[in-house]
């Protein structure tokens, strides 16, 4: 089963609103939680680090207003794209590394995201 | 510069075949090294991790060159199944091990 789960999988939003991916770690505390974006035919990017109970570290070039994460507990992460453009229309996924260490890291099912 | 570079393909193959992906990383600092396979629309899944000395699952090989900067993997006896992209990953360094870098992956159809 599942690590990790995302939710929504899919998600269809007008242009100017926002909307909210969730990422839990099932069975397991991720203090760190990671997440990446993909356009088609393009490879995954980093976005940013989610620090449990601290602010996201964010990739060059990736706007921290525009892309808010919150990690409020240790199963839970949130990226909220705010006011979205059909731009940031993109396949957005997270993953998370148990303890046992770095060979242990599972993604999401990741959420696809228009913006009409 | 992109943290990972990997071979573009695509590569097209038939059924039985050997096939050897290509991939460089530009920080020295990386610590780990891993295959992923993702599928169409799908989030990435671990192939194999990568080793200094080289190391085999099955009929995927990879191998792992340091000094290079360099890494690769091989698939022996192609399979239906083995179609998909492959994708280069390496940690960002430091002490985040979690922090990976995908090259832009390299897709492979093995046809009958």
């Known amino acids: 089963g599942a690590v990790v789960s995302q939710h929504p999988s899919w998600v269809i939003c007008k242009s100017g609103t926002s909307v909210k991916i969730e990422c839990r770690s099932l069975?397991?505390?991720?203090?760190?939680m990671f997440w990446y974006r993909q356009f088609p035919k393009q490879s995954l990017m980093l976005m940013a680090t989610?620090?449990?109970?601290?602010?996201?570290?964010?990739e060059q070039g990736v706007e921290k207003d525009k892309f808010l994460i919150n990690h409020a507990s240790l199963t839970l992460s949130t990226l909220t794209v705010t006011s979205a453009h059909p731009e940031d229309s993109s396949f957005y996924i997270c993953?998370?590394?148990?303890?046992?260490?770095?060979?242990?890291?599972?993604f999401g099912e990741g959420s696809w995201l228009t913006v009409v | 510069r992109k943290e990972v570079e990997q071979d573009p393909g695509p590569f097209n193959v038939p059924e039985g075949a050997t096939v050897a992906f290509n991939c460089t990383y530009s920080?020295?600092?990386?610590?780990?090294f891993f295959w992923y396979r993702q599928d169409c629309r799908k989030e990435p899944k671990l192939l194999m991790s990568v080793y200094s000395s080289g190391n085999e699952d099955g009929r995927f090989t990879a191998q792992l060159n340091r000094a290079s900067q360099y890494i690769s993997l091989l698939i022996r006896d192609s399979k239906l199944s083995d179609s998909a992209t492959y994708l280069c990953v390496v940690n960002g360094g430091g002490s985040t091990l979690g922090r990976l870098y995908f090259g832009r992956g390299t897709q492979l159809t093995v046809w009958p």
């Open positions: 989610s620090n449990e109970g601290s602010k996201a570290t964010y």
């Open positions: 920080n020295s600092a990386s610590q780990s």
């Open positions: 993953s998370a590394q148990l303890p046992q260490g770095v060979n242990t890291i599972y």
């Open positions: 069975d397991f505390q991720a203090t760190t």
